[in-house]
Structure formats: structure tokens, C-alpha cells
T-cell receptor
Framework: GAVVSQHPSRVICKSGTSVKIECRSL??????MFWYRQFPKQSLMLMAT?????????EQGVEKDKFLINHASLTLSTLTVTSAHPEDSSFYIC???????????FGPGTRLTVL | SQELEQSPQSLIVQEGKNLTINCTSS?????LYWYKQKYGEGLIFLMM?????EEKSHEKITAKLDEKKQQSSLHITASQPSHAGIYLC????????????FGTGTRLQVTL
């Protein structure tokens, strides 16, 4: 149990385009999912908390209009990077809480490269 | 300053040797998570510690949380090449198991 998937695993896009990344909980329901960003050889930074049926909560310094989050169902959250630029290139990882102690289980990540 | 410090930053050990990775917080934690990450991949959940003095083991990996709940160690016994990767500690500062703050990571290499 507690498997989280992400799609796509890799995406390359041109500057100015928008990219959507999906995060799914495969065998459990997740009312809350989290989106992290990781730069090369650096740790994970929480971007936002995605809440099913309500607006996402963004961390300080994260642009809401740049990184659109939609949590339309109990098993799916999406992160859309709008008008992507090369500086948005990064590794994006989602997670979902599961279990009695609310452990966070992570997806395999999505590597975004903006040309 | 970094709220969650990990040491060492990198480690190279010979197969079969034991090793310890440390994670130190400047503030008391509600919970401490250990994850393993291979480059370019997601995080694999290893263990979660919540109580002061708690110790958990899984196969050859043991994690401890000190009584003050500010320091944790991850100990690997008889390391194997499969243990290679990046080990990250994550801190729960709110008690809600959300908003995990991660350490800088420890890159482990296991040589034959």
C-alpha cells in the first residue's frame, strides 16, 4: 500500500509553454498532498500543500499564479507550471500522507527541463 | 542558518563496514522522518520517530531519536552496495505530519 505515482517522469518544453504534472495516490485516498521542488544536489523545498476540494496553501516565496495546483479528487493533484522559463527547470516531487501516523509517501518525481 | 543539519555531507565506506549519519535540529521536533533517495528518483520512506528516546530498526538500518527530540542518527550495519544513495532526514515541526523540513542530505557510496 501507500504508492504514489507521478506523470510524466520527464518533460522537456519550450520557454513560454505550460506544463502539467500529475500526482496520484494509487491505493489510498489522500485529502492532502504536498508538492516539493529539488534543485541539483540540494534538499527538497516544500512549495505548497494541496487540499482536496479547496485552494492550495503556498509557501512563502512561491508564486501562486506561476504554479497552479488543483486537487480535484481524493486521488489526484496536479501542478501546472505556467509560462515556464529555464529557471523553472527542476525536479518536482509530490507526496501524500497515509497511515495511522500520517507518514508522507513520495512519488518518483518529475524532471522538468525548459529550453 | 540551516534549521536541520545533516552530517556528514558525503560518505564513502567499504562494503561490510558500519556507518552512522546524523541529523540535528535547532528546535524540538514532533517527528523525524528518514528517507533514502537515488539520484533523479523519488524518496523511499525508511522510518519515522516520534517519541524521545525512540529507536526503530528495519533490516540492517537502525534509527534513533534522542530524549530531547532534537537529534537523530541513522546507523547502517554491514553496509552493502544496495545501501548507496542519498539519505535525507525530514522534520515535522507542527505535529500535523505536514510541512516537512528536510536536511541537506548525506550522499553514501559503498565500495566493493
Amino acid at each position: 500500500g501507500a504508492v504514489v505515482s507521478q506523470h510524466p517522469s520527464r518533460v522537456i518544453c519550450k520557454s513560454g509553454t505550460s506544463v502539467k504534472i500529475e500526482c496520484r495516490s494509487l491505493d489510498f485516498q489522500a485529502t492532502t498532498m504536498f508538492w516539493y521542488r529539488q534543485f541539483p544536489k540540494q534538499s527538497l523545498m516544500l512549495m505548497a500543500t494541496s487540499n482536496e476540494g479547496s485552494k492550495a496553501t503556498y509557501e512563502q516565496g512561491v508564486e501562486k499564479d506561476k504554479f497552479l495546483i488543483n486537487h480535484a479528487s481524493l486521488t489526484l493533484s496536479t501542478l501546472t507550471v505556467t509560462s515556464a522559463h529555464p529557471e523553472d527547470s527542476s525536479f518536482y516531487i509530490c507526496s501524500a500522507r497515509f497511515g495511522r501516523n500520517n507518514e508522507q509517501f513520495f512519488g518518483p518525481g518529475t524532471r522538468l527541463t525548459v529550453l | 542558518s540551516q534549521e536541520l543539519e545533516q552530517s556528514p555531507q558525503s560518505l564513502i565506506v567499504q562494503e561490510g563496514k558500519n556507518l552512522t549519519i546524523n541529523c540535528t535540529s535547532s528546535k524540538t521536533l514532533y517527528g523525524l522522518y528518514w528517507y533514502k533517495q537515488k539520484y533523479g528518483e523519488g524518496l523511499i520512506f525508511l522510518m519515522m520517530l516520534q517519541k524521545g528516546g525512540e529507536e526503530k530498526s528495519h533490516e540492517k538500518i537502525t534509527a534513533k531519536l534522542d530524549e530531547k527530540k532534537q537529534q537523530s542518527s541513522l546507523h547502517i550495519t554491514a553496509s552493502q552496495p544496495s545501501h548507496a544513495g542519498i539519505y535525507l532526514c525530514g522534520a515535522d515541526r507542527t505535529g500535523t505530519a505536514s510541512k516537512l523540513t528536510f536536511g541537506t542530505g548525506t550522499r553514501l557510496q559503498v565500495t566493493l
